[in-house]
């Protein structure tokens, strides 16, 4: 049986473009005892990928170029050797980008359907959903009646700090790229304020516009001149937790910007980056409050799907042009199996 796989072909410099991935197939191998062949469902495009497709020493090893793009997967198991993982078992993983894919099991974990829909596992109970909880509850400890702001708050981050914020009983600014997206953070998720950043024409006014009485935690997935607008508007002992910083992804060359740290002495406030596997000892327990969220209604999840496996590197390219609104996932229909 061939098997289609998606592959760094080179590393890019400055923004991804479709020559850094190549298409290959390759013929499925016979499965040995313990393993099991897994079907993807579902693939995540996520934008810490970018830092993956470079050599630059980071928090998690680069891709080779040459082998399979990885990342987190639905996948199904159609054939087993395995009494962990009998036929017909759905599973999440990190794995690579092929359609099907042989392995251990090493790193599976069994998924409930019952929970939530199977996509939901990469995105609101999945590592977005968890970075959000870890980011925003643990880091910045939101207080009742303080203003949080979340840059790229249309994200599949973004979209569950700024809900978490307000069932916390704070007031939210959400920062985004669109008017559909402004509209949708305001009009559908509850957020209290919020600001395109491509139509304002002063960021630090529109900031200060709608965070009149300054801002207590800010929640940054994007950092550059958004963050810097924040920042004059902090309060004493606000608390910043740096999440992404994709407004620096594709740069080739080391950005220059405001100089935070007076800002922060004269505030007194404090700024924390974090990954969300600091917290893997307490997973559990966090999915476990999300999903309640989510089943009593009290979060709501927008996802954005593309069809087709040979769609991958477009979903994942569509991150940095703001293409998506909510998590950006890619499904991978029963045909092309």
């Known amino acids: 049986m061939k098997n289609k796989m998606i592959l760094l072909a080179s590393r890019p410099q400055g923004t991804p473009t479709p020559d850094n991935f190549k298409f290959e197939e390759r013929e499925v191998p016979a499965l040995q005892e313990g393993q099991v ?67 251990h099991g090493n790193g599976l974990g069994k998924i409930n359907s019952d929970i939530a829909p199977l996509s939901y596992h990469l995105g609101i109970l999945g590592m977005p959903g968890l970075t959000a909880y870890f980011g925003l509850l643990r880091i910045c400890e939101p207080k009742a009646g303080e203003t949080v702001v979340v840059s790229g708050a249309a994200g599949a981050v973004g979209t569950v700090v700024g809900q978490i914020a307000k069932l916390k009983g704070c007031r939210v600014v959400g920062i985004a790229g669109s008017d559909d997206k ?121 996802e954005t799907i593309t069809e087709g496996f040979d769609n991958i590197p477009t979903a994942f390219l569509g991150l940095f042009s703001g293409q998506n609104t909510g998590k950006q996932l890619v499904k991978v229909p029963d045909q092309e199996g």
């Open 182 to 302: 402004t509209s949708y953070l305001k009009q559908e998720l509850g957020f209290d304020e919020t600001i395109n950043y491509k139509t304002a024409t002063d960021m630090k006014a529109a900031m200060k516009e709608a965070c009149p009485d300054g801002v207590d935690v800010y929640f940054d997935n994007v950092g550059g001149e958004i963050s810097d607008a924040v920042y004059l508007n902090l309060n004493e002992f606000s608390r910043i937790a740096i999440c992404g910083q994709i407004a620096y992804y594709n740069s080739t060359s080391v950005p220059t910007g405001m100089r935070v740290e007076p800002i922060l002495l004269k505030r007194k406030a404090m700024m924390k980056g974090f990954i969300v596997s600091d917290y893997a000892a307490d997973f559990e327990s966090a999915a476990e409050d999300l999903a309640k969220w989510v089943q009593e209604g009290k979060l709501q999840y927008l």
């Open 37 to 103: 062949l897994l079907k993807s469902l579902y693939v995540s495009v996520d934008p810490y990928m970018r830092g993956r497709m470079s050599d630059a020493d980071s928090y998690v090893a680069p891709y080779k170029v040459g082998e399979p793009i990885s990342g987190g997967i639905v996948a199904e198991v159609v054939e087993s050797k395995s009494g962990q993982f009998p036929k017909g078992t759905v599973v999440l993983g990190n794995l690579p980008w092929q359609q099907y894919i042989v392995q």
